[in-house]
């Protein structure tokens, strides 16, 4: 028995409350080692009956580990347990806070680990709503032009010349309310918008002022039609908090850069030294040296209280539903916190997202955010689907290796992108390869987790890094990729109508020559997930009885025979 590889804490994932009457329970063990896992419990508190039996099952596995799991309930919620192993030796030790041990230790009540109580307060409520959404990320220079007159100055014809890091092309808020009725076609339940804040750039990451509408944008009433007009159609609508940094020309930093040390606000930063210059960036910005995001101090006091009213502000003013949260992981938890608090106080289903681009379970335990942009997932995808340099098992590896690291609740609720605005576009990814990009989709529609559209990957947009992936949104409908907006409308029908793709257990059942096979099951709704990603096709024989429908062509199949996977194919078969 391999004891380097048994693993088992009292914290999230490995014991956490689901709700006050469930506990949670995970234990790590060594891939291929492992027979049978069991869990001995019972109340701490009783000193008289045996401990009760209950086998965990496998909920995740990688190369090197294996990841059981089992639900518990007993009366009060208070916990005493153990974990029973038995090795392929027929080998048996039980694990305990004193490690692994002897069956039958004799001081075992002081050696098992306690769960006190499930404190009601300290479960994680998750967003049910998340969990069932479509997102779409619409960069608002870029998707449309709906009001002329408050174009800004030197606009570029639509969709025309080189995009630059300066390009204004006259997108605005007017211009989302009029394609409204698009993106619910298409099957969008949430809108995500990067900042529309005043700020002299066109991405607005360099907030000028948080309480004001970019006048290229539009006004605060714009801001309010367009939120009431999201719900009105039944989607709802975060917007992009910038409070790592604010910009350059931020009232606080311009007082600092007037008055210097003399300044009220020389606080609300990280200076280096006095005189303050932006030539000389001596002061702490957003990555390196970006001279016009000045870092903001997010332990001043005022610096939170003003922050703070920000978030408030805006769920009061136009009854936003939620926030993405830029640059999350170089903000304190201690302020995230009491973001949370302050957010759920007002409205308690808003939703709080962070931009984490890797591992996040710090953020993640319950008490700060409810999901990240899951670019684990994404580079993952790519590397598989879009560049073939990971092989299937390695793929499985990763998202395992992902997943096990949160809440069953939170995974659900993971924003599994693809792309994004701080990305290449997908189908550059993809070297250009519709059918290796079609693959990727269907894994994103099909596995754990909220599928993330980027505007305009639905209709074939290209480009590279930033800038070029802002291009103009391709409203013209002989330039679209039809075959590809297809697709995703069939794919978000698909996970829509089949409840097991949004809460479904992941199980896998078949790696082998590049291909994959998972089912997703959730009650009576079973999928079958099929994706060949090799350049041959493949029959393979599944253990499955009776029959089954293709969701996509909806032909009929038959899982008594072997099914035929084309070169760069996947398959979504309903049994």
């Keep these: 028995m391999n004891k380097h590889a048994i693993y088992h804490v009292l914290d999230v994932p490995y014991a956490y409350g689901k709700?006050?009457?469930?506990?949670?329970?995970?234990?790590?063990?060594?891939?291929?080692?492992?027979e049978k896992c069991s869990v001995l419990y019972r109340c701490r508190y009783d000193w008289e009956n045996e401990y009760k039996r209950k086998p965990m099952r496998i909920v995740a596995q990688t190369e090197l580990f294996t990841y059981y799991e089992v639900e518990l309930s007993i009366y009060r919620n208070r916990y005493r347990y153990y974990f029973e192993l038995k090795d392929k030796e027929n080998n048996v030790r039980i694990y305990t806070e004193r490690g692994l041990l002897e069956v039958g230790y004799s001081n075992i009540n002081v050696a098992a680990f306690q769960f006190p109580y499930i404190s009601e307060e300290d479960l994680y409520k998750e967003e049910k709503w998340l969990q069932e959404a479509i997102v779409y990320q619409i960069f608002p220079d870029r998707f449309f032009n709906g009001n002329p007159e408050i174009n800004p100055n030197y606009i570029k014809e639509w969709g025309k010349g080189k995009v630059g890091t300066r390009s204004r092309y006259g997108g605005d808020i007017r211009g989302i309310i009029k394609k409204l009725d698009y993106l619910k076609e298409l099957g969008v339940d949430l809108i995500y918008l990067t900042p529309i804040f005043k700020s002299n750039s066109n991405h607005k990451y360099n907030t000028a002022d948080y309480f004001e509408i970019d006048p290229s944008f539009g006004t605060l009433e714009d801001a309010k039609e367009l939120v009431s007009s999201c719900h009105k159609k039944g989607m709802r609508i975060v917007f992009d908090a910038v409070f790592n940094h604010s910009g350059s020309d931020f009232f606080a930093f311009k007082d600092l850069l007037e008055n210097q040390e003399n300044s009220k606000y020389k606080e609300w930063y990280f200076i280096d030294g006095f005189p303050i210059k932006i030539e000389d960036c001596n002061y702490y910005t957003f990555a390196n040296g970006c001279s016009n995001m000045p870092k903001l101090n997010t332990n001043n006091k005022e610096v939170r209280e003003y922050l703070l009213n920000v978030a408030t502000y805006w769920i009061k003013e136009i009854d936003i539903d939620g926030w993405r949260l830029d640059v999350c992981d170089e903000v304190s938890h201690d302020f995230w916190r009491a973001f949370r608090k302050t957010v759920k106080s007002i409205k308690s289903d808003a939703i709080i997202v962070g931009e984490i681009m890797h591992e996040a379970n710090a953020f993640l335990k319950g008490e700060q955010l409810d999901s990240i942009m899951n670019y684990p997932f994404k580079n993952a995808t790519i590397d598989f689907f879009g560049k073939h340099n990971i092989s299937a098992l390695e793929y499985l590896d990763i998202l395992a290796a992902n997943r096990i690291l949160y809440m069953n609740s939170i995974t659900k609720q993971m924003w599994n992108l693809i792309g994004?605005?701080?990305?290449?576009?997908?189908?550059?990814?993809?070297?250009?390869?519709?059918?290796?990009?079609?693959?990727?989709?269907?894994?994103?529609?099909?596995?754990?987790?909220?599928?993330?559209?980027?505007?305009?990957?639905?209709?074939?947009?290209?480009?590279?890094?930033?800038?070029?992936?802002?291009?103009?949104?391709?409203?013209?409908?002989?330039?679209?990729?039809?075959?590809?907006?297809?697709?995703?409308?069939?794919?978000?029908?698909?996970?829509?109508?089949?409840?097991?793709?949004?809460?479904?257990?992941?199980?896998?059942?078949?790696?082998?020559?590049?291909?994959?096979?998972?089912?997703?099951e959730y009650g009576d709704n079973k999928v079958l997930v099929i994706l060949n990603n090799s350049e041959e096709e493949r029959y393979i024989k599944f253990d499955i009885k009776g029959c089954g429908i293709e969701l996509v062509t909806n032909k009929n199949v038959n899982f008594k025979d072997k099914i035929k996977v084309n070169s760069f194919g996947f398959m979504i078969i309903k049994f």
Excluded at 25 to 31: D, P, S
Excluded at 482 to 508: P, Q
């Design 19 to 34: 709700d006050k009457d469930t506990l949670v329970l995970r234990i790590r063990v060594a891939t291929d080692d492992i």
């Design 420 to 520: 994004s605005h701080d990305t290449k576009r997908i189908i550059n990814e993809c070297n250009n390869n519709v059918d290796r990009m079609k693959l990727a989709i269907a894994m994103q529609f099909t596995y754990v987790g909220v599928p993330y559209i980027y505007y305009g990957d639905e209709v074939g947009i290209t480009g590279g890094d930033d800038p070029d992936n802002r291009k103009c949104m391709i409203w013209d409908d002989k330039k679209q990729n039809k075959e590809l907006l297809n697709l995703y409308k069939s794919l978000i029908r698909i996970r829509k109508s089949n409840k097991s793709l949004t809460y479904g257990e992941f199980d896998i059942v078949y790696c082998k020559d590049e291909v994959i096979g998972f089912i997703r």
